[in-house]
């Protein structure tokens, strides 16, 4: 009799870069005013936070941070409408945003981990 196999498939370093750029691409096009493409790069990294290696988890926990904090500071931005600060804090929220980006993919290319979130608790042992 056949023994049927259920380990995972082996970690594939290749897909799972192609996948965190992908995912990138997305925020780059959803920064320019639409936010579907945003929404399906959030759902590919939650999809693929844990299942990836240590490297490319904290880039989709990188991008997932990114996204939910510039929801909220836009959010934000967009209560103060008619005030002049809401344009200030707009292009603020935009630079943020960019620089996010742009580090993300840099230390992508340099095969870097993105720094974990100060809020995001660790096991680590003295």
Request: net charge neutral; proline share 5%.
């Amino acid at each position: 009799m056949e023994e049927i196999s259920v380990d995972a498939p082996p970690f594939d370093g290749n897909r799972e870069r192609e996948l965190v750029v992908v995912a990138y691409a997305l925020y780059v096009v959803g920064f320019f005013g639409m936010l579907a493409p945003s929404i399906l790069a959030l759902g590919l990294n939650y999809w693929r936070r844990n299942r990836s290696g240590s490297c490319y988890g904290s880039h989709h926990r990188w991008m997932i941070r990114t996204f939910w904090w510039g929801l909220l500071w836009a959010a934000a931005s967009l209560l103060l409408l008619f005030a002049l600060v809401s344009y200030v804090a707009l292009i603020v929220v935009s630079v943020w945003w960019v620089y996010r980006v742009i580090r993300g993919v840099l230390a992508l290319v340099d095969e870097q981990s993105m720094p974990p979130s100060s809020l995001q608790v660790t096991s680590q042992s003295p």
